[in-house]
């Protein structure tokens, strides 16, 4: 009983830290989106430790907004309260990081246990299913593309807190459901969870109509006995939308373009904005890719940087064989139906499902990696392998088929599968130790009157027999991390080439250079590194990476590198005021056209006195007036005052800001002001902290006066 209470979890977290103990400890990196994801997250945390909430960031692609960019980060998620309080203990912030996403991560883990027991009503069909996804790909995911997890975690748990509140309307579900969806759309691109959603709901809606009316009628007197819970989470529902319209609202105006979206085709990125081209999906967008028979060889087959795999336990197979035995029933319908049509739509076009939808369903065309449900799939097929080991248990102990017809079939399962594996090249023996654990396993079951007493050790067993291949498969694909670090330090070239060094680099204050570095070719983590780091990257606008604003696109394109990097790599350049005319038109800069004085430090008539990433404060004495070029680029919520008075900021030299600046001393300041104000995010914060305060008192409540916790999870 201690065992399945506590250990039944702790073992199984234990193993997975030790397997993956490589990325932990920085011998292999983290890598892809998933370093791009630490060094937001990095930026936003320092940035909000020394006061400021980042609106803009000055450090790549020569300023721009952060937005769309923070969408990523889960900027209102209470995990990242979690990882500020990390970050102040006596370790460094990558230790910190790591910490508390796995941490995250794993509580996706226990919603996938807590969500299979609340639809199977069984904890040994849960624990399965949790087993399996903790040792599948999903793993993988966590150190390459952690937008999966990030969409993922709160998608379970809504489904989790959905399933038990149609179960028993209680008010502390409700808000469990509330809260966990105001995360989800808070989150990057809450479409994925939709789709999953819309598909369960209409195959339940499909399959069993007259209970979802039964559902449907103690609904309504829910909703008509608990008026201000209602009232409540539809308001709470509706702030937490805010975010995406003013992100969908700022995409209209079109200031930001992504060129990564549309293949650096000018056309396209200046006119399309966040809608993807079905062309350029077909072209560019992902597709799962199911693990062949090496994946239980010696050698695996297992590329560190591929995101796009379906791995799951050799053990599942043998459970999916065996449940021949048993019958589906409309829960494993409903089940199996979801998972084949979101494996449908990221097979993208080679059916017919994903062009439907790209089509008739106006969402789609907003994101190109249909191999973000990965992590569903292999959810829902946990599910599914849950509930049939159950079953076939039930099966063997109710003896409904003959003993021995029955041992024949476990025997003749596990040869098929063993000789599947014999066909690899070779050999990996953690997967013949599973087929003979699982053959002893169910032969038992099949032919001992009273097979595992102890439940305990029933669990750990089960444990057994789910994790003992993965183990193997999971730490060589660890391994891989430090050899793929070692190939990429010999070719710096390479658009993997990882920065390791500096992840930690502590920021106690925002720091002003009149310069920046000289222009070469950079990879995504050169721009990741000057957020981590908070210090400028060079001159040069990505076709691949970020959210440059529109004119800073547009500008790259009109000038090659090296003479943008001779201009722009001073941040201010003073031209006689009669030049602003000209400057203010659609001039392609340079140096020397018009005539003009590159500030490269602070001189007695020109001093920064305050910058942070919002705002830079400058203080200037000239003899004649001036009109100031701030290499940085424009954008229209820039506002600027001279001695407290507003002044209009120009767009000059096609891509910046410009300022005419009288003569005198004077105090010039350039502040960015986001849609709605600092105090719009500001109260969001607060509000999404009220609310989680009020849910994790509604579930205190809940466990102790309304369901103890055994019936919760």
Not at 30 to 50: G, H, M, P, Q, S
Not at 98 to 105: E, H
Not at 620 to 626: C, G, M
């Amino acid at each position: 009983m201690f065992y399945e209470k506590s250990f039944k979890f702790l073992i199984p977290f234990a193993l997975w830290g030790v397997v993956f103990r490589e990325i932990f400890s920085g011998q292999s990196p983290i890598i892809n989106d998933t370093y791009i994801f630490y060094a937001t997250v990095k930026f936003y945390l320092d940035n909000l430790r020394l006061g400021v909430f980042p609106f803009w960031d000055p450090y790549t692609l020569l300023g721009t907004p952060t937005d769309l960019l923070f969408k990523q980060a889960m900027e209102y998620n209470p995990i990242l309260w979690v990882m500020m309080l990390f970050s102040t203990l006596p370790i460094n912030f990558y230790h910190a990081f790591m910490a508390v996403m796995v941490a995250y991560f794993w509580l996706g883990t226990v919603g996938v246990y807590c969500l299979t027991k609340a639809v199977s009503q069984d904890r040994l069909s849960a624990y399965v299913a949790f087993l399996v996804v903790l040792f599948s790909s999903t793993s993988f995911i966590f150190f390459t593309q952690i937008k999966m997890v990030i969409i993922f975690v709160p998608a379970v748990w809504f489904a989790f807190f959905m399933a038990r509140f149609l179960q028993t309307f209680r008010k502390s579900f409700f808000v469990g459901a509330v809260f966990s969806l105001m995360v989800v759309l808070t989150s990057y691109l809450p479409f994925y969870t939709m789709t999953v959603l819309g598909i369960a709901g209409g195959l339940w809606l499909l399959l069993d109509f007259k209970k979802v009316l039964g559902v449907g009628e103690r609904m309504g007197k829910f909703c008509r006995n608990n008026i201000f819970l209602l009232a409540l989470g539809l308001s709470a529902v509706g702030v937490s939308l805010i975010p995406a319209t003013v992100s969908f609202y700022e995409d209209r105006r079109s200031e930001v373009v992504i060129p990564s979206r549309h293949g650096d085709d000018p056309g396209q990125v200046l006119s399309r904005g966040l809608e993807f081209g079905y062309s350029f999906i077909i072209k560019t967008g992902g597709m799962i890719q199911a693990m062949d028979r090496e994946i239980f060889s010696a050698h695996h087959g297992i590329r560190y940087d591929n995101d796009r795999y379906f791995y799951v336990s050799l053990f599942s197979y043998v459970v999916f064989l065996l449940s021949l035995l048993t019958l589906f029933n409309k829960r494993m319908v409903i089940l199996i139906g979801t998972g084949l049509l979101l494996y449908f739509i990221s097979l993208i076009e080679a059916s017919a499902v994903y062009p439907f939808l790209f089509k008739h369903v106006f969402y789609f065309k907003f994101f190109r990696n249909p191999y973000f449900f990965l992590p569903f799939i292999v959810t829902v097929y946990a599910m599914v392998v849950g509930e049939q080991f159950v079953l076939i248990l039930k099966q063997l102990r109710e003896r409904r088929i003959n003993r021995f017809v029955s041992s024949l079939f476990i025997v003749f399962v596990h040869l098929f599968v063993g000789w599947l594996i014999a066909q690899a090249d070779h050999r990996c023996w953690p997967a013949y130790l599973t087929l003979m654990a699982s053959c002893f396993f169910f032969l038992v079951f099949c032919l001992s009157q009273t097979p595992f007493t102890r439940q305990g050790f029933l669990y750990l067993w089960i444990c057994l027999l789910v994790i003992l291949q993965p183990l193997d498969v999971l730490y060589a694909y660890s391994l891989g991390g430090r050899a793929y670090k070692n190939t990429d330090e010999k070719k710096p070239e390479s658009d993997t080439a990882f920065i390791l060094q500096g992840l930690n680099v502590p920021i106690s204050r925002t720091t002003f250079k009149f310069l920046r570095p000289p222009t070469r070719y950079l990879t995504h983590d050169d721009f990741a590194f000057a957020m981590i780091a908070m210090t400028d990257a060079p001159a040069f606008v990505s076709p691949s990476f970020g959210y440059p604003t529109r004119w800073t696109y547009m500008l790259s394109k009109l000038v090659d590198a090296e003479p943008l990097d001779a201009y722009a790599g001073h941040k201010f350049v003073l031209y006689d005021e009669r030049w602003a005319p000209w400057l203010t038109q659609e001039v392609i800069p340079s140096p020397g056209k018009p005539p003009g004085i590159f500030i490269d430090r602070e001189q007695e008539n020109f001093r920064v006195i305050h910058f942070d990433v919002n705002k830079i404060v400058l203080k200037t004495n000239f003899i004649n007036p001036k009109f100031l070029v701030y290499n940085d680029s424009y954008h229209s919520r820039w506002q600027a005052k001279i001695n407290g008075e507003r002044v209009k900021v120009h767009r000059a030299n096609v891509a910046f800001k410009g300022v005419l600046v009288p003569a005198g001393e004077a105090t010039l300041e350039f502040r960015y002001i986001p849609p709605g104000g600092y105090c719009l995010n500001y109260l969001l914060i607060l509000f999404f902290m009220i609310f989680f305060v009020y849910f994790l008192r509604e579930i205190y409540l809940g466990l102790r006066y309304g369901a103890d916790a055994e019936k919760f999870i």
